[in-house]
């Protein structure tokens, strides 16, 4: 039997409380990192797809994921850190996580946006300790001539997906899944 003695344990909790202040994200470069990703993702998006930028006006807020890595082999898992703006200003910083089960073998990267359309569908991402894209997300990808398809700009959902930068040998990009976590970079 292990008897602890005060300055023992005092000693033990200021331990554990530094290190778990390493990595709180105070102070270090990860949201200026992750808000130059966005920008070069954005600049991206709305030069080869340039529907897109009117759709960013109409929306009310835009989650820009700069880069999602996907790998599976049976077992398969996703992550990426991306940045919530809302006119045009990074207002929280998010993670994307995914898991997934099945006949898959391969790797993936791949950049995407959620468009927020409505008031109440920002809200309620904001507000979610967990947000995961479901029923409510209309998704669009690029067609044969490089362009998003016209009807994405006249659409009624309140949360539109754009994928795109699509890169690897794992098939099929889908948000399916995958959950949004505000964190501290």
């Not at 529907?51 to 077992?75: I, N, R």
């Not at 790797?107 to 109440?120: C, G, K, P, S």
């Not at 794992?170 to 948000?175: M, S």
């Amino acid at each position: 039997m292990t008897i602890f003695t005060r300055r023992g344990f005092a000693l033990s909790m200021m331990a554990t409380g530094g290190l778990a202040a390493c990595g709180n994200g105070v102070g270090s470069d990860g949201g200026p990192r992750i808000d130059a990703r966005v920008n070069k993702t954005l600049d991206y998006l709305y030069t080869t797809y340039p529907a897109t930028q009117e759709l960013a006006q109409k929306s009310h807020g835009m989650l820009v994921m700069p880069l999602v890595t996907e790998a599976g082999f049976g077992f398969g898992g996703g992550y990426g850190r991306g940045a919530l703006r809302v006119d045009g200003v990074t207002v929280d910083y998010y993670s994307a996580t995914k898991g997934s089960f099945g006949l898959q073998i391969g790797a993936q990267q791949y950049a995407h946006v959620l468009f927020f359309m409505t008031d109440e569908a920002l809200l309620r991402f904001r507000r979610s300790q967990g947000w995961a894209a479901g029923a409510d997300v209309e998704y669009v990808f690029k067609d044969q001539g490089q362009n998003i398809r016209a009807e994405t700009t006249t659409s009624t959902a309140p949360v539109i997906a754009v994928i795109f930068g699509q890169a690897g040998a794992l098939v099929g990009a889908t948000l399916e899944g995958v959950k949004y976590t505000r964190i501290i970079p």
